[in-house]
């Protein structure tokens, strides 16, 4: 499970700057899913992407928040204009398939904080 | 809505200490069962799960879990914790579509 890379660990930024969060998932696996983690919650789905498209993006905020997974290249989680509660860990996980069974491989996470 | 509850935030332990972790979530249908864990500066691994079949599941370190259905919990233990144990732990459910639900986490100190 050493596959799922997630760059950068740590993020600072000051409001209203933009954060870029990269994801590479394991070798051999096209489906990416995108979870964050807020102060003292648990993890919440956030979107689901395969290979340049948007499966499901229910948990996606409507507004700053865009996410794509490129043909090449890794995932990317865009967030614009940041405030202050987008400070949370995001947490991507990777899969070979679309799948019920809830075996994702997770990254380290990404922990962005906005001052 | 489905919800996923984890009754404690914090649990310190001493080495050799039984450990039981509550996680109940709210849903009415077939449900996927999982517990996580994240040791201090790695990712989320899973620990164990339960798709149907002996309601008590066996995990990787010595962890179980037992799956009741008319409480619908899924509480992790293991009778005798290791300092190695620190982590967090998360109990996550599975409704029969990608989505997990996740609880919120607790935080297990391993006093050596």
């Known amino acids: 499970n050493a596959g799922v890379m997630q760059n950068p660990r740590h993020l600072v930024r000051r409001r209203g700057q933009e954060a870029r969060l990269r994801c590479s998932p394991m070798?051999?696996?096209?489906?990416v899913y995108w979870y964050r983690q807020l102060p003292e919650e648990g993890l919440k789905f956030m979107v689901y992407l395969q290979k340049e498209n948007i499966i499901d993006e229910s948990g996606m905020p409507k507004e700053r928040f865009s996410a794509e997974f490129p043909k090449e290249g890794p995932s990317i989680l865009r967030i614009q204009q940041v405030v202050r509660g987008d400070s949370a860990a995001y947490f991507c996980?990777?899969?070979?398939?679309?799948?019920?069974?809830?075996?994702?491989?997770f990254g380290e996470g990404s922990r962005l904080t906005v001052l | 809505a489905q919800s996923v509850s984890q009754h404690n935030h914090h649990v310190i332990l001493s080495e050799a200490a039984s450990l039981e972790l509550g996680c109940n979530y709210s849903y009415g249908g077939t449900v996927n069962l999982f517990w996580y864990v994240q040791y201090p500066g790695q990712h989320l691994q899973l620990l164990l799960k339960?798709?149907?079949?002996d309601p008590l599941v066996k995990g990787i370190k010595g962890f179980e879990a037992e799956f009741i259905k008319s409480k619908f919990s899924f509480n992790l233990r293991k009778p005798s914790v290791q300092w190695s144990d620190t982590a967090e732990y998360f109990c996550?459910?599975?409704?029969?579509?990608?989505?997990?639900?996740w609880g919120a986490g607790t935080k297990l100190i391993i006093k050596p």
């Open positions: 996980a990777s899969s070979r398939d679309s799948t019920n069974t809830g075996e994702l491989f």
């Open positions: 070798k051999g696996h096209s489906h």
């Open positions: 339960y798709f149907s079949g």
């Open positions: 996550a459910v599975n409704t029969g579509n990608y989505q997990l639900i």
